[in-house]
């Protein structure tokens, strides 16, 4: 099993900048893929950024430019740095890992969270105006 931890949401007023963290325990040592992806209640989970062990990354088609993934591998840990944030950014952010890569995809994916087998609690993230 992999445990998975996020940390670094909070209130924030548009145009700030945040950094969510996730660190992972269990075995692997390293997860493959770990990402992130962010849900807003009674909406569909959006994903925003994905990151291989390897440091290929992906992200989700309106996520580029303000949202910048990183990840540890000695450290297990993913990071999310959030940038010039707005209102529309106000949703739970959650971490997600797989173990190993998926045959389907070139690299890891946020085009849809059946990829990922494992789930943090999430992070809330609020921006007000």
């Known amino acids: 099993q992999v445990h998975l931890a996020e940390s670094g949401g909070g209130s924030v007023q548009a145009g700030g900048s945040l950094t969510l963290s996730c660190a992972a325990t269990?075995?692997?040592?390293?997860?493959?893929?770990m990402a992130w992806f962010r849900q807003v209640p009674g909406k569909e989970r959006e994903g925003v950024a994905a990151m291989d062990s390897d440091g290929r990354t992906s992200y989700g088609d309106s996520m580029k430019g303000r949202f910048s993934v990183s990840r540890d591998n000695e450290k297990n840990t993913l990071s999310l740095q959030i940038n010039s944030l707005k209102p529309e950014d106000t949703a739970m952010y959650f971490c997600?890992?797989?173990?190993?890569?998926?045959?389907?995809?070139?690299?890891?994916?946020?085009?849809?969270?059946?990829?990922?087998?494992?789930w943090g609690q999430g992070t809330q993230v609020a921006v007000s105006s």
């Open positions: 269990g075995p692997p040592d390293v997860s493959y893929c």
């Open positions: 997600a890992a797989r173990k190993t890569k998926p045959s389907w995809r070139l690299t890891c994916s946020v085009v849809g969270d059946q990829d990922y087998d494992y």
